[in-house]
């Protein structure tokens, strides 16, 4: 199985802030990395697919990049709807592992 | 537009079987490269994959949870159902289906979830 290991766990930040999160891989991933968001009591939603892609009506500043077990969450201008729960997912391999999470607080 | 819907028990106790099922509406799991996956959350926890059951009835499981686990389809009922048997606390989480698309190598959308209970 490959493990996703995330970090950071936490992350304090400020509205305008940029910030990224990272996601390692056990194995290589060949770029089959998502990016979901999680707010308080919701399912997750999909904001960046295979490494770069931004989902449909996901804003212009999230953004994704990476390639073999390094991947990358990064945030510009934060914005105060942005403070949520992050993880990774790799569906390169089943089963389609997830990031333990990167909960995003206002500092 | 996309919507899942998961339903099923919200309380069992320990070694019975959990049925829960996802009704969908808006695509057709006879479509070639679609999948419907199901994820687990245990409470203040991260997201853990169960599994996946693709157009063509494929199947991949968790490993951890494979003995226990099956995945269906009723592609005339727009339906997949999820069956997990002896179930133990452990178990207790919030269950979520979500959509997979480009060949199910990413989930969107998920269901609102439905939290299941494991306690004697």
């Known amino acids: 199985d490959i493990q996703m290991t995330q970090s950071p766990s936490s992350l304090s930040a400020s509205v305008g802030d940029r910030v990224s999160i990272t996601c390692r891989a056990s194995?290589?991933?060949?770029?089959?990395v998502n990016w979901y968001q999680q707010k308080p009591g919701k399912a997750p939603k999909l904001l960046i697919y295979?490494?770069?892609n931004l989902q449909s009506g996901v804003p212009s500043r999230f953004s994704g990049s990476g390639s073999g077990t390094l991947y990358t969450l990064t945030i510009t201008d934060l914005r105060p709807e942005d403070f949520a729960t992050y993880y990774c997912?790799?569906?390169?391999?089943?089963?389609?592992?997830f990031g333990q999470g990167t909960k995003l607080e206002i500092k | 537009q996309i919507t899942l819907k998961e339903s099923g028990p919200t309380l069992l106790r320990p070694t019975q079987t959990l049925t829960l099922t996802c009704t969908f509406s808006?695509?057709?799991?006879?479509?070639?490269?679609?999948?419907v996956g199901w994820i687990r959350q245990p409470p203040g926890k991260a997201l853990e994959w169960l599994g996946l059951?693709?157009?063509?009835?494929?199947?991949r499981y968790s490993p951890s949870l494979k003995s226990r686990l099956t995945i269906t389809k009723d592609t005339s009922r727009n339906q997949v159902v999820l069956t997990m048997t002896n179930v133990d606390p452990e178990d207790t989480a919030t269950y979520y289906c979500?959509?997979?698309?480009?060949?199910?190598?990413?989930?969107?959308?998920w269901g609102q979830g439905t939290l299941v209970t494991v306690s004697a």
């Open positions: 194995h290589t991933v060949s770029n089959y």
């Open positions: 979500a959509h997979g698309a480009g060949g199910a190598n990413w989930f969107e959308p």
């Open positions: 808006g695509f057709s799991l006879t479509t070639s490269g679609l999948g």
């Open positions: 059951i693709y157009w063509d009835d494929d199947k």
């Open positions: 295979v490494e770069s």
């Open positions: 997912q790799q569906t390169y391999n089943s089963p389609y592992s």
